[in-house]
């Protein structure tokens, strides 16, 4: 077992989570991390309503037992979501655990504070994971360039990203971006993290409610077949890098606006994505950690995996490398 302070603060086995994916983040993939002892999040926008929201914990914790949470995406969409209505339903459904990103928590705080959850507040840059720190967050889960999603727009990566990070953040901080496997966890914790957060790696699962055809695409793909759009507006998303990335970065390249590119890239059709196994109807994230996924195992086997081959990495190989 590796116990850390992230272990022990969110009463987990593992030091592993499974950070919420939009259309991905559902009751069946989260309730199976959290079977495996590692700490999974439920998408809150991925759900309609809010009362829809209410549902899926319920379903969830129909699956499971241990302690699972909710992510909340608070980034500036086009149509305007209830985030105040979001919480509330978080609340009343009793979760204790929300991991927040997209922008400053801070006006949701004091109420979360109130009904005693502990929140993880996502974040791609040291000077963010500071002012999370001083507005009261518990923990950072600090992502870097490499990640699926959004990696924000400084484009360092955690090699250099972490530690700094570490050089300055009092609380937990977990290490997220580019994280697939047990070298991972270990040089996570070498750099100063007390834990690693996977996307696409728990993509890559049998239990992850999305088509095969995206499963067996990421473990055919590489470190090199991602795409960043939507950089020229400062709002650089990391996906899979099929035609229609392609076509969106040469629109961008020719100066077209959002309102001209939003169709192509829209949210909506990356859940048809996920739905029918068509990989180049819109777009849809993935990260540089393609490149380290070769199999589609359990939630509970890849969590096993991890965690041991961590141990015998500390115990045997790194051990063994000072000199006697
Ligand atoms: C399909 C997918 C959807 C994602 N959607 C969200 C989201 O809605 N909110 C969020 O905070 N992060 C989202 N992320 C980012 C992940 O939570 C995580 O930070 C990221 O995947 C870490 O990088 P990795 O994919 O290299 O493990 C998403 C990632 C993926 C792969």
Request: neutral net charge.
């Amino acid at each position: 077992m590796i116990k850390t302070r992230f272990t022990e603060m969110f009463g987990i086995k593992h030091p592993i989570v499974q950070g919420g994916m939009q259309w991905v983040g559902r009751a069946e993939l989260t309730s199976a991390v959290a079977n495996a002892g590692a700490l999974g999040f439920l998408t809150g926008l991925t759900q309609p309503t809010p009362d829809d929201l209410r549902k899926e914990i319920k379903r969830c914790r129909e699956m499971t037992d241990q302690p699972f949470g909710v992510n909340l995406t608070i980034l500036p969409t086009l149509v305007p979501r209830p985030y105040g209505e979001y919480i509330d339903a978080i609340i009343d459904s009793g979760i204790k655990i929300v991991e927040t990103a997209g922008n400053n928590p801070k006006p949701f705080l004091p109420k979360m504070k109130e009904a005693g959850i502990k929140v993880i507040h996502k974040c791609t840059s040291v000077r963010h994971g500071i002012s999370a720190e001083k507005v009261g967050v518990d923990a950072i889960s600090m992502d870097g360039f490499e990640c699926a999603g959004h990696p924000g727009e400084d484009d360092v990566p955690n090699l250099v990203l972490l530690p700094a990070a570490a050089n300055v953040i009092k609380i937990p901080m977990i290490a997220s971006g580019g994280f697939a496997d047990a070298r991972g966890l270990v040089a996570a914790l070498a750099l100063g993290c007390e834990g690693i957060n996977m996307g696409t790696r728990f993509m890559a699962t049998k239990e992850a409610p999305i088509h095969q055809n995206v499963k067996e695409k990421i473990v055919s793909s590489d470190e090199r077949n991602t795409a960043l759009i939507l950089r020229t507006m400062r709002n650089t998303s990391r996906v899979f890098g099929n035609s229609v990335a392609k076509k969106a970065i040469e629109m961008e390249g020719e100066g077209k606006t959002i309102q001209e590119i939003g169709p192509f890239v829209a949210g909506a059709k990356g859940k048809v994505v996920y739905e029918t196994g068509d990989l180049e109807h819109g777009i849809w994230s993935a990260g540089t950690c393609m490149g380290l996924i070769n199999d589609i195992p359990t939630c509970k086997e890849l969590v096993e995996r991890i965690v041991s081959e961590a141990e015998e990495m500390i115990r045997g190989k790194l051990a063994k490398a000072i000199a006697a």
